[in-house]
């Protein structure tokens, strides 16, 4: 019979990194205190990835961590090793889980007992429309196409401990991408994930070319990190990577201009442009992969 401290734990601890962005961590926390999953039964860490220490939070049942070491999965970390849930849910800052996101996460493990991680629906919230917003409504965050790849993104994504207790943590090292790794990881170690199209958080659009182009620096960072470095892969075989995105992928962008593929979201008129930030967002990728990774403070 578990004993009365085992039966208090709440059942998920919710982990959310944040660097700066404390006007987006206060909707993030409403949002999170508007749940319809009971509030005795998830807790809910914010660990702060500044090198400053924070000010306290207001918020109640809210516990605030440091970690100025690192990156982000350094963040995530910190606030695992404190957690008391069986499920972790992650999300960020600037998300805005909707109201069922933890119930229809819980539901999804419940009703596949096979399931050990699940990755929600993102969607795109878009205040302005410009050029960088229908890009990212376009491409950002296909979380359907990533778990059928077998990952998530942690700006939605469920874990159960179990996974953590056997592949270990986040890799602390990895400025973007640590996600994917985990969850590569785990799909080595036999865990399955799936979709679970009703665990829902917003996040928004980014609204100018140059928030997607630093994005675009920091995951090619993670991702040359992630698929050279840590695999052993030297530059020649880097080198020979990029070569092959350098080749021009005309069949996949003529795809998007006749809105056959990301851009069947946008009306004809508007694809063109997202095609070109597209191709110019292919390449920059491909030449972000020759340079040192990004500094912490290039959000």
């Not at 109640?60 to 972790?88: F, K």
């Not at 996460?105 to 050029?131: K, P």
């Amino acid at each position: 019979m578990p004993s009365a401290e085992t039966s208090a734990k709440p059942r998920i601890s919710v982990l959310i990194p944040v660097y700066r962005d404390w006007a987006g961590l206060e909707s993030c926390l409403a949002a999170l205190a508007a749940q319809t999953w009971p509030a005795d039964d998830f807790e809910v860490l914010v660990v702060s990835n500044d090198a400053e220490p924070p000010s306290p939070l207001s918020r109640a049942g809210v516990r605030l961590l440091h970690e100025p070491r690192g990156h982000s999965y350094a963040a995530r970390n910190a606030g695992l090793a404190m957690a008391q849930g069986e499920v972790l849910a992650f999300t960020d800052a600037d998300c805005r889980p909707e109201p069922g996101w933890l119930a229809a996460g819980w539901a999804a493990l419940q009703a596949d007992t096979e399931a050990s991680l699940v990755g929600g629906h993102i969607r795109i919230a878009v205040t302005q429309r410009n050029v960088a917003t229908d890009y990212d409504e376009s491409f950002a965050f296909k979380q359907a196409e990533s778990v059928r790849n077998g990952s998530s993104v942690t700006a939605n994504l469920f874990v159960k401990r179990v996974v953590f207790d056997t592949v270990g943590p986040f890799n602390a090292a990895l400025q973007s991408g640590g996600d994917f790794e985990l969850c590569r990881r785990a799909r080595q170690s036999g865990f399955k994930i799936i979709y679970a199209e009703g665990a829902v958080v917003q996040h928004p659009a980014r609204d100018s070319l140059a928030a997607l182009f630093r994005k675009n620096r920091r995951v090619a960072g993670g991702f040359r990190r992630r698929e050279f470095d840590l695999l052993n892969k030297g530059f020649v075989l880097r080198l020979r990577f990029v070569t092959n995105m350098l080749k021009p992928r005309l069949r996949f962008w003529l795809r998007l201009l006749r809105g056959q593929s990301h851009t069947d979201v946008l009306p004809a008129w508007r694809r063109p442009a997202v095609t070109l930030v597209q191709v110019c967002i292919h390449y920059h990728f491909a030449f972000s992969l020759l340079l040192p990774p990004p500094r912490k403070d290039q959000h």
